[in-house]
T-cell receptor
Framework: AQSVTQLDSQVPVFEEAPVELRCNYS??????LFWYVQYPNQGLQLLLK??????LVKGINGFEAEFNKSQTSFHLRKPSVHISDTAEYFC??????????FGTGTSLTVIP | DGGITQSPKYLFRKEGQNVTLSCEQN?????MYWYRQDPGQGLRLIYY???????QKGDIAEGYSVSREKKESFPLTVTSAQKNPTAFYLC??????????FGQGTRLTVV
């Protein structure tokens, strides 16, 4: 079985400050890892994904994440946030069985 | 442009009424999914389908039904047996399990 834990339900951060959104997963098999962003009343948009290769993954809008197999983590980072980054962020994992498992989400609020 | 189209964007249901949410994709993906989203609970899987004419229950299938008669279409029916249907519903599709593509969602409200 696979599962995802997002450790922070809400993260407030000042504009232009760095941010890290934490994600841990559990799985007995090799996995693929994802971060999605959701704006109010919209669907989810892919920020970045780890399938294989380099453990540091760069995505859209200046976000990046690092896959750490030993710590089963896939934390999302951005060095300087903007007001437009205010949104809900979801970490997800997939593997055998063609299913995706999502965390409960982290609400990022950027404060001017 | 390729993508996933959900309709309607907003839907109102009376008590005891069945309603059907539409999901169409032109990405040529084999797998399709329905999720329910409630505040603070993330996305919960209702049903998924890996090929035409086949689908499996997810974690919260009770009170819902689906069909997969065409590769492009995966409609979800919310039946009167679903006691708390008010939620945001998201449809997604994927190639194997390498990335899920989402529609814009349907917000269902019981009136």
């Amino acid at each position: 079985a696979q599962s995802v834990t997002q450790l922070d339900s809400q993260v407030p951060v000042f504009e232009e400050a760095p941010v890290e959104l934490r994600c841990n997963y559990s799985s007995s098999v090799s996995v693929y890892l994802f971060w999605y962003v959701q704006y109010p009343n919209q669907g989810l948009q892919l920020l970045l994904k780890y399938l294989s290769g380099s453990t540091l993954v760069k995505g859209i809008n200046g976000f990046e994440a690092e896959f750490n197999k030993s710590q089963t983590s896939f934390h999302l980072r951005k060095p300087s946030v903007h007001i437009s980054d205010t949104a809900e962020y979801f970490c997800a994992v997939s593997g055998s069985g063609n299913q995706f498992y999502f965390g409960t989400g982290t609400s990022l609020t950027v404060i001017p | 442009d390729g993508g996933i189209t959900q309709s309607p964007k907003y839907l109102f249901r009376k008590e005891g009424q069945n309603v059907t949410l539409s999901c169409e994709q032109n990405l040529n993906h084999d797998a399709m999914y329905w999720y329910r989203q409630d505040p603070g609970q993330g996305l919960r899987l209702i049903y998924y389908s890996q090929i035409v004419n086949d689908f499996q229950k997810g974690d919260i299938a009770e009170g819902y039904s689906v069909s997969r008669e065409k590769k492009e279409s995966f409609p979800l029916t919310v039946t009167s047996a679903q006691k708390n249907p008010t939620a945001f519903y998201l449809c997604a599709s994927s190639i194997r399990w390498q990335e899920a593509f989402f529609g814009q969602g349907t917000r269902l409200t019981v009136v």
